[in-house]
């Protein structure tokens, strides 16, 4: 399928921030465009001010002068819809209200050619909900771009029931001669990126109600540990609590109250006290030029162990170095290899031991549970890392019956080894590894009820919301055996609908117990 010509008429309408992007990134794809407000001189005070970008980008060498003048030129603002009559696609970007949408398609319809594709830029409400008046509801279809505009390079292209396949992947091909990675997806809340990245704020809003960390630490976690580029709170603070939680609260209900989704009272808090973050100069954090910086908790210096040793379960023993173990050795520790403690599954990352101390990747259990079904008192848990080779932190959580000398030395390997180590209260699956299953869990369901491809969820997932991996790719890299066990264990110890397991990740894991993966 091939996209739109260049040339052809692009109508887009709203010159708000998404309308103005998404005009600018048509016309610099060499389409005329056409832009619509309701509002008196919007339109015409948005193309000024993308002739200013243009400007900035030929002074940086981003673009050429030449380029940028016929680009400014493509651009029109336009007084009336009757103006866009000979558009080949019409891009809404209006206010995020169904009537509201509903009406100006309907106007719309009797405007343009039989042939106009009709896009809705909605971010949350259905594709198919708004087609569903038209006449020809098989020509509308959802182009879902992220701000900013030009620089975000994902569109989710949202089929509603009625979308025409060929006007799908005509948008679609469009998109990509645009410059943008889009991804096809069915029409359901969230679409894919709200929806699959709820749990990266949840299982945060958890952590901190639980008392792991404050907010300040678990975001250097989610950092340092696991290679995202902001932490949740930090990330809730700049998105808007308001915005946020109302994101939540619409998935939720969508989803007709399914647990998953479930908003934090937290959260609620919050937005009931108008601590909306950085627009109301409060949120998880203070801002303003008197705001204090906020501090990480980071684990004192501690002695280096002399001696390190390893098991790994006979079933994933292998000649090469795990990557922990690599770390380790680069550290100048030689790590001598023993059999497994009691009770090792066979998914199991190797443990570490040192000075009395039973080290082990989080697998969903609180050390304190691990210990005691392993009958290993002195046990301590880390969490994911996304580089093991570059991390510069770590999270430990101790068991309630583990020492103070053998967590220590556990401490002292670690920093040893390079790490700031962060110490986090004892919470099933700690913050990292939690995080990840749940993402790639619900990425798992997206699959699985057919709203898009494995491809597309990490895509989305990658170019959406900058993750530093897909969840279904990251998934692959642990294992899926070890995410459902973190699943698993999840759910056993909470007893909640939230952690169930996929119908998809069981599927692929008993059709292969030990290679099972999403991407070949």
């Known amino acids: 399928m091939t996209g739109l010509a260049k040339g052809s008429v692009v109508a887009v309408i709203g010159s708000g921030a998404m309308g103005a992007g998404i005009a600018q990134v048509a016309a610099s794809s060499g389409h005329e465009v056409r832009l619509f407000d309701t509002r008196p001189e919007a339109a015409a005070k948005a193309i000024a001010e993308i002739g200013k970008v243009y400007a900035k980008l030929v002074d940086k060498g981003r673009m050429g002068a030449a380029e940028a003048d016929l680009a400014r030129e493509r651009l029109q603002a336009v007084g009336s819809l009757a103006e866009v009559k000979d558009a080949a696609l019409v891009v809404e970007a209006i206010v995020e209200n169904l009537e509201a949408k509903r009406t100006l398609f309907a106007e719309l319809e009797g405007i343009v050619d039989a042939r106009c594709i009709l896009a809705t830029n909605t971010s949350s409400i259905s594709v198919t909900a708004i087609a569903a008046p038209l006449r020809h509801p098989e020509r509308l279809v959802g182009m879902h771009f992220f701000n900013p505009v030009p620089l975000m390079a994902l569109v989710e292209v949202i089929s509603g029931l009625a979308t025409d396949k060929s006007v799908a992947d005509t948008v ?3 998109a990509l001669a645009w410059g943008k990675d889009p991804v096809h ?3 359901t809340p969230g679409f894919i990126v709200n929806r699959v990245a709820r749990p990266y704020y949840a299982e945060a809003l958890r952590l901190l109600q639980e008392g792991a960390g404050d907010a300040p630490t678990l975001d250097a976690v989610m950092r340092d540990c696991g290679g995202f580029r902001m932490g949740p709170f930090e990330l809730m603070d700049l998105i808007g609590h308001d915005v946020n939680f109302s994101v939540t609260q619409s998935v939720h209900a969508a ?3 399914d647990g998953r989704f479930t908003p934090s009272v937290l959260q609620q808090e919050l937005v009931n006290a108008g601590f909306l973050g950085r627009k109301s100069g409060r949120g998880f954090y203070r801002y303003g030029d008197d705001a204090a910086k906020p501090s990480v908790q980071t684990e004192p210096h501690a002695v280096r162990p002399h001696t390190v040793g390893i098991s790994v379960a006979r079933e994933v023993t292998s000649s090469v170095l795990s990557p922990m173990e690599a770390r380790l050795a680069i550290a100048g520790f030689t790590v001598a290899h023993r059999e497994p403690l009691h009770g090792a599954e066979k998914h199991e990352a190797p443990a570490f031991h040192t000075n ?8 969903g259990r609180s050390a304190t549970e691990r210990a005691a079904a392993n009958k290993h008192p002195n046990t301590v848990v880390y969490d994911l890392l996304f580089d093991h080779a570059n991390a510069t932190r770590i999270a430990l959580a101790r068991a309630d019956q583990c020492s103070e000398e053998a967590y220590q030395a556990a401490v002292g390997l670690f920093q040893a080894a390079g790490f700031t180590v962060t ?3 004892d919470v099933p699956g700690m913050a990292v590894m939690r995080t ?6 619900e990425a798992a369901d997206a699959v699985n009820q057919g709203v898009c491809s494995a491809s597309a969820v990490d895509i989305a997932m990658q170019k959406g919301v900058n993750y530093p991996r897909g969840p279904l790719a990251w998934a692959d890299s642990v294992g899926l055996a070890h995410i459902v066990a973190v699943l698993a264990n999840l759910g056993a110890t909470y007893g909640e609908e939230r952690y169930r397991v996929s119908p ?4 692929k894991l008993a059709a292969n117990p030990i ?6």
Not at 356 to 363: E, P
């Open 515 to 520: 290679g099972a993966r999403f991407h070949a």
């Open 185 to 187: 997806a069915k029409s």
């Open 504 to 507: 998809l990740l069981r599927r």
């Open 356 to 363: 009395g101390a039973a080290i082990f990747l989080t697998d």
């Open 255 to 257: 989803y007709f109250g």
């Open 436 to 441: 990840v299953a749940m993402l790639a869990n």
């Open 172 to 174: 679609h091909a469009t």
């Open 423 to 425: 110490r986090l209260d």
